[in-house]
């Protein structure tokens, strides 16, 4: 089954917790998206997305997952996490959808963690199949 980050109607949900990550010795505050509709709305509609910011978003179950950018304004890197939050799978440089349909970045191996970071970072960090990915604070029930 893969996951695909599609337009929602109405207003914007608000991740409700926060929470920060490291990676290759790199910290970065993230919004978590842990509910089917934050993760549905992602990272979509910004204009921005600070170096040491990003998005994590937590599925209930490991299983292949994919991204798509549709109505996302800004270039990412997508990161895939399995359980033992090692990074299995990377889409790097992802541009913005200009087209309709949008293509989907689906990961390489099953996934429970997928990272959303300004495109570069990956490469910028070193980041490479294998890597251990540390969350801090509490990312609360995920539904």
Known sequence: MLFLLAG????APTPSKAAAVELQGQRFSVELATDDASRQHG??????LA???GMLFVFPRTGPQA??????????????????RRLVSMQVDVPPCKADPCPTYPSDAPAIYVLELS??????????????LKIEGDIGPVR
């Open 8 to 11: 929602c109607s109405g207003p």
């Open 43 to 48: 990272l979509m509609m910004r204009t921005a």
């Open 51 to 53: 170096p040491d910011r």
């Open 67 to 84: 991204f798509w950018m549709k109505n996302t304004l800004i270039p990412l890197d997508i990161l895939y996490f399995d359980a033992g």
């Open 119 to 132: 495109a570069g970072t990956a490469r910028r960090i070193g980041a490479k199949p294998g890597d251990v």
